[in-house]
């Protein structure tokens, strides 16, 4: 299987994820959603539409590889161990799309919050091309493997790095995002930026957690906004979080505001349980200084478009890591 024709197939794959007479696809949603309570259907239908239109469409495709004069033309024989996370649906496909694309074989330790829709994945290149047969393989354990890209929490990163850190390797930390307001934000801005709070309950990576906004403002705009994920607030697990964070807010007498299903706090952390939006103040006329260790992308006016958070390219790669360069030079 040449670089053309790995293209051609998971251009293939894209073309199946947004088809509407395709009822296998339709019974791995449901299946899914029955696994994994936060997959709720219209955020699973997001991550397809997501993948398809910024990592399976053909132009994107061809101008990402032809970057890389380094990509193996025809397969290399070598094996990626990668360890996928499950926060969001299909979180891992980056991961797989860039190591099979690079030629190698895949050796895939699938999240246990995320088996349905990955094993779909899988199953469906294979079906595409059998070629994918002998090129991915899913095990518990990654061993005898050239190289790793492994997923986790900080806390999972020490084990990585015990495991694995003696091949090359990518190894992904906790990482958050946050938004730059400046008060002048349009209804449209904020309905926006409300999505890249919300969507996937605010559980990737790529989910505005925090917000700075100047001193003296006005979040009555924002907090409107955000009244349209208070339906979030029928999932059992959602209005678990919300009224469990409700109450320390009220025991510990902490100023809150309440949209009526999602709270907002004042807290230096970039980190927020679910359910509740950290925000920090700031002098106008004079910018946050913002450490970026944990910080995955900044939205707003001179940042990261309000509303493209969710909706990366292939060349935005998790913590800023160039992925496919990693993988066509080890």
């Not at 024709?5 to 007479?21: D, M, P």
């Not at 990955?118 to 091309?129: A, F, H, P, R, T």
């Not at 409107?224 to 409700?246: P, S, T, V, W």
């Amino acid at each position: 299987m040449n670089l053309q024709a790995r293209i051609t197939a998971f251009f293939t794959l894209g073309a199946q994820f947004l088809n509407s007479e395709n009822e296998q696809l339709a019974v791995v949603k449901n299946k899914a959603y029955q696994q994994n309570a936060w997959f709720l259907p219209h955020f699973i239908n997001h991550a397809l539409a997501q993948i398809n239109q910024q990592y399976l469409a053909l132009d994107p495709l061809k101008s990402w590889t032809a970057a890389y004069p380094n990509i193996a033309h025809l397969p290399t024989g070598k094996k990626v161990g990668i360890v996928m996370a499950g926060n969001i649906p299909l979180v891992g496909f980056h991961d797989l799309l860039s190591t099979l694309i690079a030629g190698h074989n895949a050796v895939v330790k699938l999240s246990s919050k995320d088996t349905i829709l990955m094993e779909y994945v899988i199953d469906s290149l294979q079906k595409i091309d059998p070629t994918f047969k002998d090129l991915i393989l899913v095990q518990e354990q990654l061993k005898n493997c050239d190289a790793y890209i492994a997923t986790g929490s900080n806390n999972t990163s020490r084990y990585f790095e015990q495991y694995f850190g003696k091949y090359p390797h990518i190894i992904r930390k906790n990482k958050t995002s946050v938004a730059i307001l400046d008060g002048t934000e349009s209804a449209v801005e904020l309905n926006l930026l409300a999505d890249d709070m919300m969507l996937y309950f605010g559980m990737g990576c790529r989910n505005v957690t925090q917000i700075w906004v100047p001193l003296e403002y006005d979040f009555i705009p924002l907090l409107n906004a955000l009244k349209k994920y208070n339906y979030l607030g029928d999932e059992h697990k959602f209005k678990h979080n919300y009224d469990y964070q409700l109450a320390l807010l009220m025991l510990n007498r902490q100023f809150y505001m309440d949209s009526g299903g999602i709270l907002l706090s004042e807290n230096p952390s970039p980190f927020a349980a679910i359910s509740k939006i950290h925000y920090q103040f700031y002098t106008p006329g004079k910018p946050p200084i913002i450490d970026t260790v944990d910080v995955q992308c900044i939205a707003g006016k001179t940042g990261v478009p309000f509303g493209s958070p969710q909706t990366p390219s292939l060349l935005q790669y998790a913590d800023g890591v160039d992925t496919l360069d990693f993988l066509s030079n080890f």
